[in-house]
């Protein structure tokens, strides 16, 4: 096993980008569209049952300390469902993989370079991953911590530019959400970014302290930001151009004019992403890899890595276009991964309990 | 099709060669063959216009248990 360590702040920061990753692209457009200028508020309550999954988790790693999510499945279920259950949560690891690299694929593809085939983003992508997962998790945590400030400001500098353009006109009329037809719709917001997160429990071993902090603030601080990203959205471009937009963040940098210098900075937000989707991809697929080392006891993590890259580059273009992506999120996704969020947990829980009961007696 | 072939199989290959040199343990080499095997079939299906796809297993197995 892996003798790596990283600390609370670098497990923070990881936390945080895994949860921010992707999210701030793809999920803004899809929220206004449902819950028009009140699309911010959903953050809050998705967040805060992700943080509620979060706490149940964190109960099943108190039973086992020291152990990731895989070995908390051996160790709970037994041999044969214990393995079983780390195999499907290994396939999940690997179908979310996929499922990053089809999302930076689907943003190549559809705004900067339309020509090149797909799969050469996929491959490219998953070539740098791979390298990444192969140096450890040290590696990855490192280089999240030296990029993340990058993000921030940039992202910072974008909205002090757009703020020109905002309009909190734009918010009226507030708080007409029907409640409970809208969290029926946005219901997949839970399942990406915040069940997601699981894969974040087989990190938990090589965090050297207050694992469950970092772990709890860097979801809360990424919901916060990304109220605020959904808020800036419909601030500056208004609800119908936003919920017609699958990337209204990229169309905002693209309207970006500071007399004739200054203009068409997409390339800066392309870059934020690239960079978001390589930090969520790297933790994603190094938990994979991690996972088969973990559950078949390997110790060398470079023969995994290899020929998971040819298995998440073929699984990425499973689905025919982006259009069908949308759709299998909107229908599925929670269902899918509530699975591995709370039905499983909850399971593993139950098993450690009765474990425990069964040694104390 | 047939160049992803022949890249699969000297790649496929030359790694057998290498873990064998370097005394790698049996398990640790037959993880690598069905992973690559998988992967391999993965492509192949691509190829050949019979696309693996998960999502349709999972949305299939999510519509017949009503959740």
Sequence with gaps: MEQARISSWQFFLLTFMYVLGTTFFLRPGGLIAVARQDAWMIWLWTGAIGVAMAYLWMKLAAYYPGLSIVQVCTKAGGKLAGGFIAMCYIGFFVQLASWVVRNLGDFMKSTLMPHTPITVFHVMILAVVCYATVKGLESIARTNEMLTPIILLTFIIICFLMLPEWNTDRFQPAFRLEVWKTMKETRNVIAFPYIESIVLMMMFPYVKSRQKASFVWGMTIATLILVAVTAFTVGVLGVTRASHETYPLYVIVQEIRIGSLIEHLEASITVILLVAIFIKLSTTFYCAVTGICQLFQLTDRTWVAVPLTLIVSGLSLSNENVVENISWDKRYVFEYELIFGLFFPLLLLVLAWLRKRRVQH | ?67
Excluded: C, Q
């Excluded at chain 2, 060669?17 to 690559?36: N, P, Q, W």
């Design chain 2, 1 to 67: 099709m047939t160049g992803f072939i022949i890249f699969f199989m000297t790649s496929f290959g030359l790694a057998i060669f290498f873990m064998v040199r370097m005394k790698k343990h049996a398990k640790e080499i037959s993880i690598f063959v069905t992973l690559a095997l998988i992967g391999f079939t993965v492509w192949i299906a691509i190829f050949m216009d019979k696309t693996i796809n998960p999502y349709r297993w999972i949305a299939r197995v999510i519509d017949i248990t009503g959740l």
